[in-house]
């Protein structure tokens, strides 16, 4: 699906989908006065492939809706957040020992298909009128069932296994919610991090990358999540890059 009324940009790591359409107005002053959404959300922790509707497209805000994406998913082992990813509250953390790319292959297996996914906590989606965020923040979360939703994976694939240093992870998450604006929690998260991560560590934790193809409304956080609770290691979502949707691609993005 291409249109004239569409532009394909790309979302900084850091960026709310919101900052990065009054970005481009910056960038681009003949949509300064349009009427501009975006469709597709993108988390403030992801990067990538982010749809622009412009005035009378914004109709068919639908149809762009349900476009497929693609998505390269990195996934750190050995901690787990209340928010799926290196933006939150540290729950758990595990040495992850022992633990092989057979093993996560094979738990990789779980998701192919079409299958029920739970929404994570800080998320956009409503119920009772709140959205979920606004339910984990208050703490009221925790008596809920989160809803889900059935997404379709159409290929999940593992591209290669790596180990991050310590000091490495500490000063990448520094720099990522660093880059964060609003009120995401970041003093409070940033803290427990440092509890857990130390500038002078020596301890190495293993990621993985994985590339993933995809419905419309699938989260990569909570693959992320499951995969962890699957394989007994906690899981977070380390980067998030999403590189198409439709026929949209990362490399043609508006930058």
């Known amino acids: 699906m291409k249109s004239a009324g569409v532009v394909n940009l790309y979302k900084q790591l850091g960026e709310t989908p919101r900052e ?28 990538g492939v982010l749809l622009c509707l ?12 349900e476009l497929s994406k693609e998505y390269v998913l990195d996934i750190l082992f050995g901690f787990s957040t209340d928010s ?16 092989s790319l057979k ?6 297996n779980q998701f192919r298909g079409t299958l029920s996914q739970e929404y994570p906590p800080f998320s956009s989606k409503t119920v009772e009128g709140k959205s979920l ?15 889900q939703r059935t997404v379709t994976i159409h290929q999940i694939d593992l591209e290669k296994g790596y180990k991050i240093k310590e000091p490495q992870l500490l000063a990448y998450i520094e720099d990522s919610i660093d880059r964060v604006q609003g009120d995401f929690r970041q003093e409070e998260v940033m803290r427990l991090w440092k509890q857990k991560l130390f500038a002078d560590g020596t301890r190495e934790y293993p990621c993985v990358s994985v590339r993933v193809s995809c419905s419309s409304g699938s989260y990569m956080r909570s693959i992320a999540n499951r995969l962890g609770e699957s394989l007994g290691v906690p899981a977070l979502a380390l980067h998030i890059l999403r590189t198409k949707v439709g026929e949209h691609t990362a490399e043609k993005a508006l930058k």
């Open 20 to 47: 990065r359409l009054e970005r481009l107005r910056v960038q681009k002053p003949q949509y300064a006065t349009e009427v501009l959404s975006y469709a597709g959300r993108l988390d403030p922790m992801a990067e």
């Open 54 to 65: 412009v005035g009378p497209e914004n109709k068919r805000r639908d149809e762009y809706l």
């Open 84 to 99: 799926y990813d290196i933006l939150g509250k540290v729950r758990q953390a595990a040495e992850p020992e022992g633990l």
């Open 103 to 108: 093993e996560v292959r094979m738990g990789l």
């Open 133 to 147: 965020w606004s339910w984990a923040r208050s703490g009221a979360i925790e008596a809920m069932m989160l809803p």
